[in-house]
């Protein structure tokens, strides 16, 4: 059976379609078996993030009401053998979509995989429920900015009245001169203010999700390794700030 993951955020911007998609292409191109579900029913978009949306022929609302069988709905990627998209709602985005309905879907298609992804709209209104209410685990999706901060912060406490398996947190946007200069707070602060364990750090790093499709940042592979195997080995996002030449980066980026 499956592990139901959704990636969520509380806030919207902060990448989690972006770390939803990449995180699914390392687990594949690690040999598992992964389904990426959209959750988002309103502003969907996981399939052209992907650049499958040519090869979407159902949705998972065709599935719900009976227009076409689960199978029939997946799209394989192209560069993944392992990996399926399942879109979500293409047509009607104002149609209601109950948590039971989506959950009987993903439960039926748990057995063929090793991961289910769902990318969790933004916000924590009923299409967060719906998310969550069909996962297990959940990785909440931040950056060290406090408002976001104070976002995460407020999913997490609802994500706990679900009494998921697995709560995690995913920094992104950290950018590693102002760690060092103890302008933001570091990987354990932001741990213990949201009283949930950091699964991985990004970087900021404009290469990420950008250039050749899946082009996988070393930060995703550690963060995939931590996923598959419970470790919490974390990214080192100061590395390109160390040293004399690291120096002169932090401070020629300081001036800009």
């Given at each position: 059976m499956a592990r139901k993951i959704v990636i969520t955020s509380g806030k919207g911007g902060v990448g989690k379609t972006t770390l939803a998609l990449l995180l699914s292409a390392r687990l594949a191109e690690r040999g598992e078996r992964v389904l990426l579900c959209d959750g988002d029913f309103g502003l969907n978009n996981?399939?052209?993030?992907?650049?499958?949306?040519?090869?979407?022929?159902?949705?998972?609302?065709?599935?719900?009401?009976?227009?076409?069988?689960?199978?029939?709905?997946?799209?394989?990627?192209?560069?993944?053998?392992?990996?399926?998209?399942?879109?979500?709602?293409?047509?009607?985005?104002?149609?209601?979509?109950?948590?039971?309905?989506?959950?009987?879907?993903?439960?039926?298609?748990?057995?063929?995989?090793?991961?289910?992804?769902?990318?969790?709209?933004a916000g924590l209104d009923d299409g967060f429920h719906r998310a969550v209410a069909c996962a297990d685990e959940a990785i909440v999706v931040t950056t060290p900015h406090p408002s976001a901060l104070r976002d995460a912060d407020k999913t997490l406490a609802l994500l706990k009245s679900y009494h998921l398996k697995e709560l995690s947190v995913v920094i992104n946007r950290y950018r590693g001169d102002l760690l060092l200069s103890g302008e933001c707070l570091s990987p354990k602060e932001i741990s213990e203010l949201l009283k949930a364990p950091i699964l991985g750090l990004l970087p900021?790093?404009?290469?990420?999700?950008?250039?050749?499709?899946?082009?996988?940042?070393?930060?995703?592979?550690?963060?995939?390794?931590?996923?598959?195997?419970?470790?919490?080995?974390?990214?080192?996002?100061?590395k390109k700030y160390a040293g004399l030449w690291g120096n002169f980066k932090r401070v020629l980026r300081k001036r800009l």
């Open positions: 996981v399939d052209i993030c992907a650049r499958v949306e040519h090869l979407v022929t159902y949705d998972i609302v065709d599935v719900i009401e009976g227009r076409c069988r689960a199978k029939q709905a997946l799209v394989k990627h192209p560069d993944f053998g392992n990996l399926y998209i399942l879109s979500s709602n293409n047509t009607s985005p104002e149609r209601y979509i109950s948590p039971q309905a989506v959950k009987l879907v993903l439960d039926g298609l748990s057995p063929q995989f090793d991961f289910i992804i769902l990318d969790c709209p900021e790093d404009y290469s990420i999700g950008e250039g050749e499709l899946f082009s996988i940042h070393p930060a995703v592979r550690v963060l995939a390794s931590n996923l598959t195997t419970g470790r919490r080995k974390l990214y080192d996002v100061t």
